[in-house]
T-cell receptor, first 112, second 113 residues
Framework: AQTVTQSQPEMSVQEAETVTLSCTYD???????LFWYKQPPSRQMILVIR??????QNATENRFSVNFQKAAKSFSLKISDSQLGDAAMYFC?????????FGTGTRLKVLA | SQTIHQWPATLVQPVGSPLSLECTVE??????LYWYRQAAGRGLQLLFY??????ISSEVPQNLSASRPQDRQFILSSKKLLLSDSGFYLC????????????FGQGTRLTVV
């Protein structure tokens, strides 16, 4: 069965600094998709970034980028120039054929 | 544009009472539909998903059931709630075979007392 592991329950970053959130996954498939979602205090799930496994190029969305290492089954999220509004729970997710499997999340605190 | 509605937003129910949470999607056809539960301090646990009317896949055997009576309606039910059913329930939808993002509703906070 596919699993997603986020080993950092909580992280802190100073405003304007850079932070990296870790995610590893386990799958025997070669074609799949990976996502990072943000859950602010409102608890609304918001997509941050998405990566197709068949693409070698790492996805980027403004201040958010990923480091996708397919062989290592690693999918980390880098947040540059952190802002107070980035404070939230961040979930890594894997999908393949309909199912979306989520990790346990990392709570990110942004310090002013 | 597509929207997803989930209600109620909060619910307090006694142990042993029934449960019905409803989710509807607008602006799309034949979506994949999902129910997740998020326990305090934990990740999202996939409970059920559906790829079509009347087609329900259960991921975790438990006290809950799901139904999809219409293309864009997904219902989570229980005949008798347990204390352990407390949590935050999220409905979501997607298109295709998991190749795009899943879109989430606002969630229902269920407290069983």
């Amino acid at each position: 069965a596919q699993t997603v592991t986020q080993s950092q329950p909580e992280m802190s970053v100073q405003e304007a600094e850079t932070v990296t959130l870790s995610c590893t996954y386990d799958t025997s498939e070669s074609d799949y998709y990976l996502f990072w979602y943000k859950q602010p205090p409102s608890r609304q799930m918001i997509l941050v970034i998405r990566q197709e496994a068949y693409k070698q190029q790492n996805a980027t969305e403004n201040r958010f980028s990923v480091n996708f290492q397919k062989a290592a089954k690693s999918f980390s999220l880098k947040i540059s120039d952190s802002q107070l509004g980035d404070a939230a729970m961040y979930f890594c997710a894997y999908s393949m054929t309909y199912k979306y499997i989520f990790g346990t999340g990392t709570r990110l605190k942004v310090l002013a | 544009s597509q929207t997803i509605h989930q209600w109620p937003a909060t619910l307090v129910q006694p142990v042993g009472s029934p449960l019905s949470l409803e989710c509807t999607v607008e602006g799309t056809s034949n979506p994949n539909l999902y129910w997740y539960r998020q326990a305090a301090g934990r990740g999202l646990q996939l409970l059920f998903y559906s790829v079509g009317i009347g087609q329900i896949s259960s991921e975790v055997p438990q006290n809950l059931s799901a139904s999809r009576p219409q293309d864009r309606q997904f219902i989570l039910s229980s005949k008798k709630l347990l204390l352990s059913d407390s949590g935050f329930y999220l409905c979501a939808w997607s298109l295709g075979g998991g190749v795009g993002e899943a879109f989430f509703g606002q969630g229902t906070r269920l407290t069983v007392v």
